[in-house]
């Protein structure tokens, strides 16, 4: 169904009816480029009075009579063009008459710098390549609605280059952390995206069906069950970069559908990817933005390794102020916490409300990069228990900026433990958990093959591209961000 057509937009139709009179396609073919803007400014000495070829958007029109000044958009950047009637001639000076700012054009002309010392291109041949329909918005940097920028993240792209500057940031981001696990023998690999059992992490699934098995499919919540038959299957350094889907709420750090990397290794534990892991991170920055310190929502971060290790236990000694080596019973536990006002549900078990008082009183304090080690069993259920503590694991998450940014184990490779743990995991969704883990039993018949002592890894791509380009929204590093649909 077609909106209504706005005055501007009528006077655009009208530009291209006028313009196809004169016997000009208003969506003409491709137009060789020689240069892109950024490369003539920035080699202009030796291509000044050289004649180049480039093609981009209008982004502004100063019309003069018979001359013109415009300002061409590309990737690269903006570069002015000059358009005078006697070097182009009356037919593409009239055709010049009726563009608009947003119209897609082929220049060919001659660089040379004005009076007021500005690069330009003075055109010999211009080619209308795209016509706009509507106009573009106007004062965009100073636009409070977020949400139509999330929405038409096209304009966004073309008002606003800092917007594309993270886009390309986060391109390389990428690259280079492909780089550097290509580089120290981790295979990359592809698994399947929808799954028959949803595993690998707490989280609630989206369900779709497949006609042809008359049976639903989970999109995948983690890969992580998948990589491990890999690992057990001989392929001993792996890793898996793609998005994952978990049906939960929307918020600056949550998105619907994101993207992590994750790493799995043979022979290597929890401490072996806390290593890996600073060394990705800083490596990559230091790659992509030539240091070890960056600024992300006011905080000065430095990533340079090592990382500080601090057990669960001991953050919420120093920043809560309570004590869990001395707190052994559930009974003690619930106590404690109310009297600190949280409220935790009532079959709570001591493990789950260790995490609890975690998340509400020590994760807004972890700044600076930081490894927090040794969680509650309740909440790991695909890690190793610790050998000396059975009510802990051996697990870390990784923080910076009050976010958690990496999640890792030394991997459960025990079949009769990993059953247990997804036996209560079940308990736990019988009584309403729709987020506990199911029982993959086709995980288990594979682990009871043996799985070697391995080290996982999952880093959040999205929230680390965030640190890295002070991005404060998951919207604002995500090119297009799941939005309801406007009524």
């Known amino acids: 169904m077609m909106t209504e057509i706005g005055e501007h937009e009528q006077v655009r139709r009208e530009k291209l009816e006028k313009l196809r009179a004169l016997g000009v396609e208003p969506y003409g073919v491709k137009h ?117 920028r999330y929405r038409q993240r096209y304009l966004d792209l073309i008002v606003n280059p800092e917007v594309k500057r ?168 619930q106590a404690a916490v109310r009297q600190k006002g949280l409220t935790v549900k009532a079959n709570a078990t001591r493990g789950e409300i260790i995490n609890e008082c975690f998340e509400e009183f020590v994760e807004k304090h972890l700044i600076q990069p930081i490894f927090i080690k040794d969680y509650p069993i309740e909440v790991s259920p695909l890690a190793k228990r610790r050998a000396d503590d059975a009510s802990l694991t051996y697990r870390f998450e990784a923080f910076m900026a009050g976010s958690e940014i990496g999640n890792a184990f030394t991997e459960l490779n025990d079949p009769l433990d990993q059953r247990r743990r997804f036996e209560e995991q079940m308990a736990k969704r019988a009584a309403g958990d729709e987020e506990a883990h199911m029982l993959d039993e086709d995980f288990l018949q594979a682990l009871e093959y043996g799985m070697p002592p391995t080290g996982g890894l999952g880093i959040g791509i999205d929230r680390l591209v965030m640190m890295l380009t002070d991005s404060p929204s998951i919207r604002d590093v995500i090119l297009f961000p799941t939005m309801r649909p406007r009524d």
């Open 32 to 148: 060789a480029s020689t240069h892109q803007a950024a490369q003539v400014i920035e080699n202009f000495a030796a291509l000044e009075g050289q004649t180049v070829a480039l093609t981009g958007r209008l982004m502004t029109i100063r019309a003069h009579g018979k001359a013109s000044f415009a300002h061409l958009q590309d990737e690269s950047g903006q570069i002015q063009i000059y358009v005078r009637l006697n070097d182009v001639g009356e037919k593409a000076y009239e055709v010049f008459s009726l563009l608009d700012i947003g119209d897609i054009v082929g220049v060919t002309g001659e660089v040379f710098r004005t009076r007021r010392g500005e690069e330009t291109i003075a055109v010999k041949e211009l080619r209308l390549l795209a016509k706009t329909l509507r106009p573009m918005p106007e004062k965009w940097h100073g636009l409070t609605n977020v949400d139509l």
């Open 166 to 333: 993270t886009f390309i940031l986060r391109s390389k981001i990428v690259q280079e952390i492909r780089n550097y696990l290509n580089d120290r023998g981790f295979l990359e690999v592809e698994t399947p995206v929808m799954h028959t059992i949803a595993g690998g992490a707490t989280a609630k699934p989206f369900i779709t069906y497949h006609n042809a098995l008359d049976m639903n499919l989970y999109l995948r919540i983690a890969t992580e069950l998948h990589l491990k038959r890999l690992i057990i299957g001989g392929m001993d350094k792996v890793y898996e970069l793609g998005r994952i889907f978990r049906n939960e709420g929307i918020s600056t750090k949550h998105n619907p559908e994101f993207t992590t990397v994750e790493i799995y290794q043979a022979q290597a534990d929890y401490e072996d990817m806390m290593r890996l892991m600073e060394d990705l991170v800083s490596t990559v920055a230091m790659k992509i933005l030539g240091t070890h310190i960056v600024t992300f929502a006011g905080h000065e971060l430095d990533l340079t390794p090592p990382w500080p290790r601090l057990t669960m236990i001991d953050a919420i000694k120093k920043y809560a102020n309570l004590d869990f080596n001395a707190i052994k019973t559930t009974a003690e536990a």
